[in-house]
Nanobody, 124 residues
Framework: QVQLVESGGGLVQAGGSLRLSCAVS????????AGWFRQAPAKERDFVAA????????YYAESVKGRFTISRDNAKNLVYLQMSNLKPEDTAVYSC?????????????????WGRGTQVTVSS
């Protein structure tokens, strides 16, 4: 069993920054790609960012390019999402996910394990 626990969410003013962390534990895969997704109330789950096992390949949603950065520390089994210049429309529950492959993907259905999420609220 694999457990993912997100942290770092909270309330921030527009223009502010937050760093989300995702701790991966349990039966860890030897290699795994990871992604961040978000879901606002009454909306579908949206892709935010993804990163390959090596960290050499990253993908971002157009709405967050230039503002968010995904990274990872494989020695510590941690995945990060640095969020800057936050906007009210970034308000959502942010969840991390991992898949038992090295290659990252933007499709949430291709991920095997999910965390419960952390709330990010951006006030205007």
């Amino acid at each position: 069993q694999v457990q993912l626990v997100e942290s770092g969410g909270g309330l921030v003013q527009a223009g502010g920054s937050l760093r989300l962390s995702c701790a991966v534990s349990g039966r860890t895969f030897s290699t795994y790609a990871a992604g961040w997704f978000r879901q606002a109330p009454a909306k579908e789950r949206d892709f935010v960012a993804a990163i390959s096992w090596s960290g050499g390949t990253t993908y971002y949603a157009e709405s967050v390019k230039g503002r968010f950065t995904i990274s990872r520390d494989n020695a510590k089994n941690l995945v990060y999402l640095q969020m800057s210049n936050l906007k009210p429309e970034d308000t959502a529950v942010y969840s991390c996910a991992v898949r038992d492959l090295r290659i990252a993907t933007t499709q949430w259905r291709n991920y095997d394990y999910w965390g419960r999420g952390t709330q990010v609220t951006v006030s205007s």
